[in-house]
């Protein structure tokens, strides 16, 4: 049984199925995700981003840069360490969260799943995550 293959099909979808909903807010799929995560909490520090994301610093960086061009988050040095780059919330960046929440409800529409059956894969897929993530 090839577990590999069903994991990029469904990833794939994901990413796919968020798009229509995605593109009039002007963002991308890992944009996306890096907005719910600092709706979540902001400011954030770019690792810190990026290991909650699973995205090495190669694949956040850019993308934070693009966000920042769009007007929708600040980069800026800790003043506490200058080596931490925090990552926050533009006005612009906050005035479209309630839309961006909606995407989820959108998305688990069109899965035709409910609550609870969202909960149990996510915390399946959580789990085995973790163990691959250790021994990367």
Known sequence: MQISFALYGAAGRMARMHKPFL???????PQYLVML?????????VGDLGATLGM??????????????????TRR???????????DLTPAGASI????????????SAC???DGD??????????FAHPAKDQA
């Open 56 to 73: 090495d610093t190669g694949t956040i960086t850019p993308l934070l840069k693009r966000l920042e061009g769009c007007g929708m988050v």
């Open 118 to 127: 969202l909960v149990a894969l996510r915390d399946t897929l959580q789990n």
């Open 37 to 45: 995560e600092l709706y979540g909490d902001s400011p954030r520090s």
């Open 112 to 114: 035709q799943m409910t």
């Open 77 to 87: 040095r800790d003043p506490a360490d200058e080596r931490r780059v925090l990552v």
């Open 97 to 108: 969260r309630d839309e961006v929440w909606a995407v989820s409800d959108k998305i688990k």
């Open 23 to 29: 593109e009039p807010l002007g963002l991308t799929f």
